[in-house]
Structure formats: structure tokens, C-alpha cells
């Protein structure tokens, strides 16, 4: 793929080419174009988190949470953050954490059905967890040696 290659200043048209290197699914491109965009405009929570996103789709995950970290300092009850960066727990199987993100969402708005049924579903992501350990409980290992 050819390089991208972008010189003017203006937040708005950066996002925009951005946004298209994302919709085109050109996220090495637009992974390198959003390093330089942040720097160009390193509080633009636009680029930022469309940077999340693209990493995301690059499937690199811890890189996503750490600029999600970032950005949640800046913005610590932004409901988009937070439940992105729920998301982002429960991919990689952080439910406690992803528990957390999702009832601060509902702290700040009761009333968020998404938060309410995506926090069912960890419920259930932790039920099956604990069944899929192949945890032997102390008696049931008992039992079997006195056979």
C-alpha cells in the first residue's frame, strides 16, 4: 500500500482522513497517520480515540488500554470511555475490571440498559469460567482417594 501522506494542520480534516483509512479498513495507514495526528493535536480526544479503535481492529489490545488509560485520566466519567474500556476487559477476560467500568456507567446514568445487560453477561462469562477450571473442590478429591 502506498504510503499516506498528510502536511495541513486542521483538526477537523485530519479526522476526517482519518475516519476514512478506518472505514476503508486500512488500519496500518491510519495507525501511522493517528501517531501524527496526536502530535499535531495531543488533546483532540477525537483522534485519541479513534486511535483506540484502529488498535483494536490490529488486535493489539494492551497498546488500546493503555491509550484508553490515557484518555480516562483526561476524561474519567465519559461514558463512551468507559464503556469502551469495558469492552476492552471483558475481551480479555478482565470481568472484574470490565464489572467495574460498566457499574460507574451506571452510576452516572441509572438508567443505561446497555450497562445493565452487559453486566448480566459477565455475570454469566464468570459463571462459566469458574466451570470450565476444572476445579476439583477438597472433598470431592477426598472421596475419590478413599476409593
Request: hydrophobic share 40%; with cysteine; net charge positive.
Amino acid at each position: 500500500m502506498a504510503e499516506v501522506t498528510f502536511n495541513v494542520k486542521d483538526e477537523r480534516v485530519q479526522l476526517k482522513a482519518l475516519e476514512d483509512l478506518f472505514k476503508q479498513k486500512r488500519f496500518s495507514d491510519a495507525l501511522n497517520l493517528a501517531r501524527r495526528f496526536k502530535e499535531d493535536f495531543p488533546r483532540s480526544f477525537q483522534i485519541r480515540f479513534l486511535q483506540v479503535r484502529i488498535l483494536k481492529e490490529l488486535n493489539r489490545l494492551g497498546e488500546a488500554e493503555d491509550a484508553l488509560r490515557d484518555l480516562m485520566l483526561v476524561f474519567p466519567n465519559n461514558l463512551n470511555l468507559l464503556q469502551e474500556m469495558g469492552k476492552l476487559c471483558i475481551e480479555r477476560n478482565k470481568y472484574n475490571e470490565a464489572t467495574e467500568h460498566y457499574n460507574k456507567i451506571l452510576f452516572l446514568d441509572p438508567f443505561n440498559s446497555a450497562a445493565k445487560t452487559t453486566l448480566d453477561k459477565i455475570k454469566l462469562l464468570k459463571k462459566s469460567e469458574k466451570r470450565d477450571t476444572g476445579f476439583i473442590s477438597y472433598s470431592s478429591e477426598k472421596i475419590h482417594r478413599a476409593d
